[in-house]
């Protein structure tokens, strides 16, 4: 597997992206966006998302250099359209005008219709975290690859959401999470490397339980089905996701669906309660729940976020893998935009450093 810094693969992104039309405001947002994604150890949501975006765009399905508007507003709220560009910079919008909303309102909820993939949600909640709020994402993700507790169809999506709470020690508690047993990226990950996944996370078109990845996806064409965490929770956390992003963000439910319907949530703190005894609460309460006592074999109880955290600090001196496959496609992509990725990369050796 080739081995890259974040540096290198960034400018791929970058220059890729202008390639296919992308204006560089935007290649540079997204580029951004995708290496963060497999700094943070979501290889799922990283540069493998740009074959799918690139595809996307030849095919005109994804849009590039369209402008967000407004759609409807009030004081507290908005719904934006995405106009089918690239996720992430409607995603961005949403959650910097629910940031504005919170500042006046101490709440903001914007969502975001005709939207494509807006890539790892964790990006967005941290967006407000970052400026003393906390921050929300809930939404539907396109197509249906999960089925409901009890059932073999596929009805629902991955349906993920996040929720970041800034503290005072530097970096805030980040939840990300798919309500199903995890990604459907990583199935894809696990295809590509002709692996095996543990049992429990997929069935195969007859319902029966299956470690084969193919079971779950032929091609780009879902046959199987993702299990939801949890049994019956996660589930109904799906069912209700499947809703909020399908119904009132209008992006359709299940075999309906089509995008992504992402709602963006901002809560100002200082609406609630002054932020400096917020934050001293919550970092009393991280050191107590990290201090208790741990199970044999446990080092350390990490809480939502630091792994994240702490795969983005060893991937950052160590570099970042791509597995073979998805090199060999993105250098596939890059000869149709008449790229050559290794001149490219031999040309800027001293640049990309």
């Known amino acids: 597997m080739p081995l890259f810094n974040e540096i290198e693969l960034r400018a791929i992104c970058l220059h890729i992206l202008e390639a296919v039309g992308v204006n ?12 963060e994604a497999n700094l943070m150890g979501h290889d799922s949501h990283g540069i493998l998302k740009l074959i799918n975006y690139v595809r996307s765009m ?4 994804t849009r590039s250099n369209v402008k967000v508007k407004v759609l409807r507003e009030t004081s507290s709220t908005a719904v934006l359209d995405g106009n089918w560009g690239l996720g992430q910079i409607a995603a961005k919008n949403a959650m910097e005008l629910a940031i504005q909303k919170a500042k006046v309102n ?5 969502a975001v219709a005709h939207c494509n993939h807006i890539g790892r949600l964790g990006e967005y909640s941290t967006i ?5 709020m906390i921050g929300i994402i809930l939404i539907n993700s396109a197509g249906n690859n999960v089925a409901p507790y009890g059932g073999i169809d596929p009805m629902y999506g991955t349906n993920p959401l996040s929720i970041a709470i800034p503290t005072g020690l530097g970096k805030p508690i980040l939840l990300d999470m798919a309500t199903s047993i995890v990604a459907g990226g990583k199935v894809r990950i696990a ?3 002709g692996e095996k996944i543990p049992e429990g996370w997929i069935i195969d078109r007859q319902g029966h339980p299956s470690t084969n990845p193919d079971d779950l996806y032929d091609d780009e064409k879902c046959i199987g089905a993702l299990l939801p965490f949890g049994g019956y929770k996660g589930s109904g956390l799906g069912l209700v996701l499947e809703i909020i992003g399908g119904v009132l963000v209008g992006a359709g439910c299940g075999p309906k669906s089509k995008g992504n319907g992402p709602l963006m949530i901002a809560l100002n703190i200082e609406s609630f309660m002054p932020l400096n005894d917020f934050k001293k609460q919550v970092d009393s309460f991280i050191m107590t729940v990290k201090n208790s006592r741990k199970k044999e074999g446990v080092n350390e109880i990490l809480l939502a976020g630091e792994l994240e955290f702490k795969t983005k600090e060893k991937r950052r001196k160590e570099g970042i893998f791509i597995e073979d496959s998805v090199w ?13 990725l ?4 031999k040309e800027n050796k001293n640049l990309l450093k």
């Open 24 to 35: 560089s405001e935007d290649a540079e947002f997204v580029s951004n966006s995708l290496i």
């Open 58 to 61: 030849k095919k005109g399905v």
């Open 106 to 110: 101490g709440i903001g909820a914007v």
């Open 128 to 132: 407000a975290a970052e400026k003393d």
């Open 191 to 193: 295809k590509t490397r």
């Open 328 to 340: 060999n496609q993105i250098k596939e992509i890059s000869k149709g935009l008449n790229i050559d």
């Open 342 to 345: 290794e001149i490219f990369l």
